[in-house]
């Protein structure tokens, strides 16, 4: 069983930063993948970022990229999310997820995900 907790969410002006974290409890496997996702109201639950635990590969939405980066401190047994230049439309709550046997195939499918967190609300005024 794994357990993951989001923090660091809160209201931002547009143009700011915020640092998401995800604390990771349990048993986490060499072979497992963490992701970012975000959910908006009315919308669907949409990829951000992920990251592969053994090895720190990295893969981001198009929305995102080179504004916000992940992160993984595997000593701590924490992922990051480092979100700079932030829009409006950033505006969700972001999820972390965790695929404890990732194969190296897909990395935005949310099926492929098997534990998530329960969430933290990140603001964006404009």
């Known amino acids: 069983q794994v357990q993951l907790v989001e923090s660091g969410g809160g209201l931002v002006q547009a143009g700011g930063s915020l640092r998401l974290s995800c604390s990771i409890s349990g048993r986490t496997f060499g072979s497992s993948i963490m992701g970012w996702f975000r959910q908006a109201p009315g919308k669907e639950r949409e990829f951000v970022a992920a990251i592969t635990w053994s090895g720190g590969r990295t893969y981001y939405a198009d929305s995102v990229k080179g504004r916000f980066t992940i992160s993984s401190d595997n000593a701590k047994n924490t992922v990051y999310l480092q979100m700079n230049g932030l829009k409006p439309e950033d505006t969700a709550v972001y999820y972390c997820?965790?695929?404890?046997?990732?194969?190296?195939?897909?990395?935005?499918?949310?099926?492929?995900?098997?534990?998530w967190g329960q969430g933290t609300q990140v603001t964006v005024s404009s």
């Open positions: 997820a965790a695929d404890v046997q990732y194969y190296g195939s897909t990395v935005s499918y949310r099926g492929q995900y098997d534990y």
